[in-house]
């Protein structure tokens, strides 16, 4: 899970909330990711943000919010316009200049 | 959208065997890349082999790229228990410098002590 950290682990939420999901990263690299993954599938990219202050909808944005205020932070916001939150939620990080990222643990969110 | 589908979706070999999962996508890419992922837990950055690489190494793993056919394969030989994970490849499309990666569904594996 390298030099990247998302909290908490677990959370529960009920329908209505909006809730953020934190990720932070001391590895100094410029670009970050927010991907969802449902059971038994693969990832699928939320936001995406290359450089600080500056960020793009991925595939699946709708009922999700990101900032990047600081380089090491990228938090994402699941609203309550978001269905379906229900899922694992994976943050990753990349050096610019190469092609691999690196995901940090991941939160398990789950709508009750 | 989903670019890989591996292929099986879930594989199960005794320990000492040899696991191969395959990968097909659909447009020009960059690169392909293999992750595994532990139950419950983030990825692990495995291999990554360039468009223009037909095969690459590392420890007991061996990939392959064949971008006529727009397919990978991902080889572990001598498979041990502690190999059991979901694997997924990636793709970072030749569109543009966004490096966005676009992820398979997976292949699940179960190596049997």
């Known amino acids: 899970d390298g030099g990247i950290t998302q909290s908490p682990k677990y959370l529960f939420r009920k329908e209505g909330q909006n809730v953020t999901l934190s990720c932070e990263q001391n590895l100094n690299h410029d670009a970050m990711y927010w991907y969802r993954q449902d059971p038994g599938q693969g990832l699928r990219l939320i936001y995406y943000?290359?450089?600080?202050?500056?960020?793009q909808k991925g595939d699946i944005a709708e009922g999700y919010s990101v900032s990047r205020e600081k380089k090491e932070s990228f938090p994402l916001t699941v609203t309550s316009a978001q269905k379906n939150p229900t899922a694992f939620y994976l943050c990753?990080?990349?050096?610019?200049?190469?092609?691999?990222?690196?995901f940090g643990p991941g939160t398990r969110l789950t709508v009750l | 959208s989903q670019q890989g589908e591996e292929d099986p979706q879930a594989l199960s070999i005794q320990e000492g065997e040899n696991a191969t999962m395959n990968c097909s996508y659909k447009?020009?890419?960059?690169?392909l890349q293999w992750y595994r992922q532990n139950s419950g837990r983030g990825l692990v950055h495995l291999i990554l082999i360039r468009s223009n690489e037909r095969e690459k190494h590392s420890g007991r793993l061996r990939v392959t790229l064949d971008t006529s056919k727009k397919s990978s394969s991902l080889l572990i030989t001598a498979s041990r228990a502690a190999d059991t994970a979901s694997y997924f490849c990636a793709t970072d499309e030749d569109r543009d410098s966004s490096y966005k990666l676009i992820f398979g569904s997976g292949t699940r594996l179960l190596v049997r002590p």
């Open positions: 943000s290359q450089i600080v202050n500056d960020f």
């Open positions: 447009t020009s890419i960059n690169n």
């Open positions: 990753a990080s990349r050096r610019v200049s190469t092609d691999t990222q690196y």
